[in-house]
C-alpha cells in the first residue's frame, strides 16, 4: 500500500544533508521570571602544563597553544570524587547567592564522567550540601550539558515547580581521555562550576534558549563504553561546531528581543580558542566582548561556561544586570545557546 504524503514526509530519511526543521519560538509566561543569583567554582589543586606533555608526546608548547590556546589543565587526583568537587562549586554559589541548602529544591548536575554508572554525582552532592529536601539528577548533553541544565532549571522556576535550584557542571575528562593520543591528550582538564537559579520580578533574567541536535554527526565526536576514550574528528567538530553555535546564538538573541550591541559579554564553551574567535566574529562581536580562560582550564566539557561566568565575574567583567550570551556545542551532535542577565535583582522571592 502506498505511502500518503504526510507518512512520506514523517518518514526519517537518515541522510546528513537532510536540513533541521527550523525552531519555533516557544513562548515564555509571563509573570514570575527565573534569573542567575549566584556562582561558584572549583578546581583540583593538580597543574599540567604543556611542558609536562611535551615531554611524553611528539609536539611542542607553540604548536599546543597555537592550535588550542591552552597553556595548562587542573586534573582530579585519582582517588578524589567528581562529586566533591561539585558540591564544593555548589556550596558556594549558595553562599554566593545568600541561600541555604535547606532552600534548594532541586539540584541539576551535567556530566559525562560522573564517579559511578549509578547512581549519579547529583544525589552524592545533595548528601553532601545537606539539601535534604531537594531532588536531584545528572543530564548527559556533552559540553551543551550546562545550558540544557540551565533552560531545564529555568522552565522549573517559571512553572512555580520549584523555588531554587542548583545547576552545576562537573567534568573529570582526564579519566576519559586517551594520554597516547597527539590529537586530544592536551584538550582536556577538570573541574566544576555551579549557579543558583531562582525566580524574580527580572525583565530578562534567563531570556530564550535555542537547543538543537543531529545525531548524523554521532561518530564525529563520541566515547564508547567499552574503550571509555574520547575520539574526535577535529576538522569537522571545528566546522559544525562555528556554525551551530553562530546560529544558535543569533537566534537566542532574537528570541530575547535584543541585538547583537547589547551583548556584554559572550561565553561560549571553552573548546578551543580558535573556535571561540571564529565564532564571535561571524556574530560581529568584538575581542573585549569574548571571554577566554581556555588557556588556564582547558576543554572542561559542560563545567567551561560556569567556570567562565565565576571567572569574568571575578575579573570585573561580570557586572548586575548585564547580558550575556552564552553557547555551547558538543558530542551528539548537541548545541545549545541562551541569554542571561547577570544577576540583575540582589534577592530572589522567597
Not at 23 to 34: D, I, K, T
Not at 281 to 299: F, S, T, Y
Amino acid at each position: 500500500m502506498a505511502a500518503t504524503a504526510s507518512e512520506q514526509r514523517a518518514r526519517p530519511t537518515g541522510s546528513a544533508q537532510q536540513s533541521p526543521a527550523p525552531h519555533r519560538a516557544a513562548q515564555r509566561r509571563r509573570g514570575l521570571q527565573a534569573g542567575i543569583f549566584g556562582v561558584g567554582a572549583a578546581l583540583p589543586e593538580h597543574v599540567v602544563t604543556n611542558a609536562d606533555l611535551v615531554e611524553r608526546l611528539d609536539t611542542s608548547d607553540e604548536w599546543i597553544v597555537r592550535r588550542t590556546g591552552i597553556r595548562e589543565r587542573r586534573i582530579i587526583a585519582p582517588d578524589q570524587p567528581l562529586s566533591e568537587l561539585a558540591a564544593r562549586a555548589c556550596a558556594l554559589a549558595l553562599e554566593d547567592a545568600g541561600r541555604t541548602a535547606a532552600e534548594v529544591d532541586q539540584i541539576i548536575v551535567s556530566t559525562i564522567t560522573p564517579d559511578r554508572v549509578t547512581p549519579g554525582v547529583a544525589p552524592y552532592v545533595a548528601l553532601a550540601l545537606g539539601a535534604e529536601h531537594a531532588s536531584a539528577v545528572d543530564v548527559n548533553a556533552a559540553c551543551a550539558g550546562f545550558v540544557y541544565a540551565l533552560d531545564q532549571a529555568a522552565a522549573q522556576i517559571e512553572s512555580g515547580r520549584a523555588r531554587v535550584v542548583l545547576v552545576c557542571g562537573a567534568e573529570a575528562l582526564s579519566r576519559i581521555t586517551d594520554h597516547d593520543d597527539r590529537g586530544t591528550a592536551m584538550l582536556f582538564g577538570d573541574g566544576a562550576g555551579a549557579v543558583v537559579v531562582a525566580g524574580g520580578e527580572l525583565e530578562i533574567g534567563c531570556g530564550g534558549f535555542v537547543l538543537g541536535t543531529d545525531a548524523t554527526q554521532a561518530d564525529m565526536l563520541y566515547a564508547e563504553r567499552d574503550e571509555q576514550k574520547l575520539r574526535m574528528e577535529g576538522r569537522e567538530v571545528y566546522r559544525h561546531a562555528i556554525a551551530r553555535m553562530v546560529a544558535a546564538t543569533s537566534e537566542a538573541i532574537e528570541r530575547a528581543g535584543l541585538t547583537i550591541d547589547d551583548v556584554d559579554l559572550f561565553v561560549a564553551h571553552q573548546a578551543n580558542v580558535r573556535i571561540l574567535t571564529a565564532t564571535a566574529n561571524e556574530l560581529g562581536l568584538p575581542p573585549e566582548k569574548l571571554m577566554v580562560n581556555i588557556d588556564r582550564v582547558a576543554n572542561t566539557s559542560s563545567a567551561s561556561i560556569p567556570l567562565a561566568l565565576a571567572e569574568a565575574e571575578r575579573d570585573g567583567r561580570l557586572k548586575p544586570g548585564a547580558i550575556v550570551a552564552l553557547s555551547a556545542f558538543g558530542a551528539g551532535f548537541v548545541w545549545g545557546s541562551g541569554i542571561v542577565s547577570w544577576k540583575e535583582r540582589t534577592h530572589v522571592c522567597a
